[in-house]
């Protein structure tokens, strides 16, 4: 079969590959130990050499396994040598074709878009020859973001894949949030802020008016930016596990800064309102400031008496906390020796399900040792987004390091910068509490 002879002629370049690299060694000495060197000039042109013929076997073998695949979802039905050609059912069925994994189309995307360096006839070559002419032609048909220099909008399904990843890393999402589509960037719809009345009536009496007391929600799409530095090297190669590292480091570049602004972000013209600054006025419940069994199990009461008060729904409730907090819970115990809340290491508190994020801070108040518990309905709090990821990459930008500017091409590295869109609202500001002040530590 061809792609194992292609396999064989891979390992064998990667094997000599391999010696190269183990030979650049300096010898060792009686006052050194041996220790790696740089490749010579002739050295490094062999490996570059071999690196180059290894790069042209790996787009050889993706083509090949990629025609089988294409081959196998598109044959017909075969009759089994012997079978009688007018049973229709002694066949060997096609086999479909594999199913990529999620958020992957989005890091071939960015992937063909570094490598094309915003030339759209470049990064459609560049997912040809990387992942095969399906999809070059999905990146052909991409349409050039106009906000975006050299960027690209990755089409709705793809951006809604990668969406769908980011539910596990942000804690809001994971609780239960609707993400609710807002195409045109603007989403305007009713809310309750005070429910339906109903009453028993005799015969032939009129029913008495039932109205219900409605506001506006308006979400307006915030860009979030997130840049991501790459190596070259990684950018250059095709294999699934570069893809699954591209992805992974797009999601935790997005992850982090949303589940922070969701959290917590005070809100603007720019970003998203958080939910600790959406929460109803007369659900901030402060702590007692004496920690015991007897204090901490009455706030934790009052903090669901907040929600159910309020007649919500309470379909995808649950409670976010900190670390520090899931720690506290999980090692509280009783006069008798016995643990407290033993369910807290199984991921609850009583019969509802914990988030824990490092985004809820233990260093709150006057005293920096605060923290805060969120309780609530999760299904009333709404994400706005509009699903399209706008994709961008420069290997010549200076990105911000932790405080630290650095810059792409000393680096020999592609920066990837992803823009996504949304906002936030909630149905009901009741349908959440928070504790305050909350200073639970082991």
């Known amino acids: 079969m061809r792609i194992a ?6 390992a064998a370049v990667l094997a000599s590959m391999e010696t190269i690299v183990a030979g650049a060694v300096t010898p060792a000495t009686a006052e050194a130990p041996e220790e790696p060197r740089d490749l010579t000039a002739e050295e490094q042109g062999q490996y570059d050499a071999l690196k180059a013929k290894a790069t042209g076997l790996q787009a050889s073998i993706r083509r090949e396994e990629e025609m089988l695949a294409l081959k196998a979802s598109a044959a017909s039905p075969v009759i089994v040598p012997g079978g009688n050609p ?10 479909p074709r594999a199913e990529v994994k999620p958020g992957i189309m989005v890091a071939r995307i960015a992937q063909a878009v570094a490598l094309g360096g915003g030339d759209q006839r470049a990064t459609a070559n560049a ?3 990387l992942y095969g002419s399906e999809m070059g032609q999905i990146v052909a048909n991409m349409e050039q973001a106009t906000n975006a220099k050299g960027g690209f909008l990755v089409d709705t399904a793809y951006s809604s894949d990668f969406i769908d990843i980011l539910r596990p890393r942000v804690v809001i999402r994971q609780m239960g949030a609707r993400t609710v589509p807002m195409p045109d960037g603007n989403l305007t719809t009713r809310k309750k802020t005070a429910g339906t009345t109903a009453s028993y009536v005799g015969e032939r009496v009129p029913a008495p008016t039932t109205d219900v007391t409605v506001g506006q929600i308006t979400m307006s799409a915030k860009r979030l930016t997130a840049l991501v530095p790459i190596t070259n090297q990684l950018i250059r190669r095709a294999s699934m596990n570069v893809q699954m590292m591209i992805r992974d480091d797009l999601v935790e570049g997005v992850s982090r800064k949303e589940d922070q602004q969701f959290l917590r972000g005070t809100g603007s013209a720019t970003a998203p309102t958080g939910l600790r600054n959406l929460i109803a006025a007369g659900n901030v419940i402060p702590a007692n400031a004496t920690v015991n069994l007897v204090n901490v199990t009455n706030d934790l009461g009052k903090l669901r008496l907040a929600v159910l008060n309020a007649n919500i729904p ?41 988030g824990v994020t490092t985004s809820v801070p233990d260093n709150l108040g006057a005293g920096t040792n605060q923290s805060e518990i969120y309780f609530g309905d999760f299904a009333q709090f709404m994400i706005g987004d509009t699903e399209q990821i706008a994709i961008a990459a420069s290997d010549v930008a200076a990105y911000d390091d932790g405080g630290t500017i650095r810059a792409a091409f000393s680096n020999d590295e592609t920066v990837v910068r992803l823009i996504a869109e949304h906002d936030t609202q909630v149905r009901y500001d009741t349908a959440f509490a928070v504790l305050t002040a909350v200073t639970w530590t082991m």
């Not at 007018?86 to 086999?95: D, E, I, L, N």
């Open 5 to 10: 002879a292609l396999k064989q002629s891979l």
């Open 86 to 95: 007018s049973q229709p059912g002694v066949t060997v069925p096609a086999q």
């Open 127 to 129: 997912a040809e020859q």
């Open 314 to 354: 309470m379909t995808q409730c649950g409670y976010i906390i900190s670390p520090r907090s899931l720690l506290f819970l999980e090692n509280l115990r009783d006069a008798n020796g016995n643990k407290a809340f033993p369910e807290v290491a199984e991921g609850r508190l009583g019969i509802y399900p914990i």
